[in-house]
């Protein structure tokens, strides 16, 4: 049988596809394990501890189990490898389930379930809400919904990082980061 250069090209082409999504897959890791910070659930003492740590902040994902754009972020953004150095480097990061009954100690060290911290102290009523504190335990960002890609997100956290946030808002930031990149 003679095989024909198209052929060869084409199956050549798609070991290449085949091979470029294998790597693009083993750059990512589970946000469970490493983009989520562990805690005992006192946010006072997370204050603390990312001061110790020489952290910006801390960053809270208000998530709920039935929400569809909270699996996206974890499978298309949070999980990326990139995004997780970002993050991990300057912020200490806790998932929040608004339907929780688990108690836990807010920035000022008053007791109250996840469900009262999430919609009575913070009003989160769609998720996912990406809340950034700074180290006094301010809300100094939110972000409501998903974000478009891991780029977006990136930006979020350089915003935050750099204190944009401060000067002006997060949409005119983006478009002016677009703009110098182009």
Request: net charge neutral.
């Amino acid at each position: 049988m003679i095989i024909s250069p198209l052929y060869k090209s084409l199956s050549f082409f798609i070991l290449c596809f085949v091979l470029m999504n294998v790597s693009f897959a083993s750059a990512t890791k589970n946000p469970e394990e490493y983009f989520f910070d562990s805690s005992f659930g006192d946010f006072s003492e997370e204050l603390q501890t990312a001061k110790e740590q020489g952290k910006e902040g801390v960053l809270i994902f208000f998530e709920m189990d039935d929400c569809p754009f909270c699996h996206w972020m974890k499978a298309n953004v949070l999980n990326q490898e990139n995004v997780q150095a970002y993050f991990k480097k300057h912020f200490l990061i806790f998932p929040m389930d608004i339907e929780g009954d688990v108690e836990i100690t807010d920035f000022n060290g008053k007791m109250m379930s996840q469900k009262d911290f999430s919609f009575k102290e913070n009003r989160v009523r769609a998720t996912p809400v990406i809340a950034f504190f700074d180290l006094e335990g301010k809300r100094v960002m939110r972000f409501t919904g998903r974000t478009s890609s891991a780029e977006e997100f990136l930006l979020l956290g350089q915003f935050i990082v750099d204190k944009e946030y401060k000067k002006t808002k997060f949409s005119k930031y983006k478009r002016a980061q677009k703009l110098t990149r182009k």
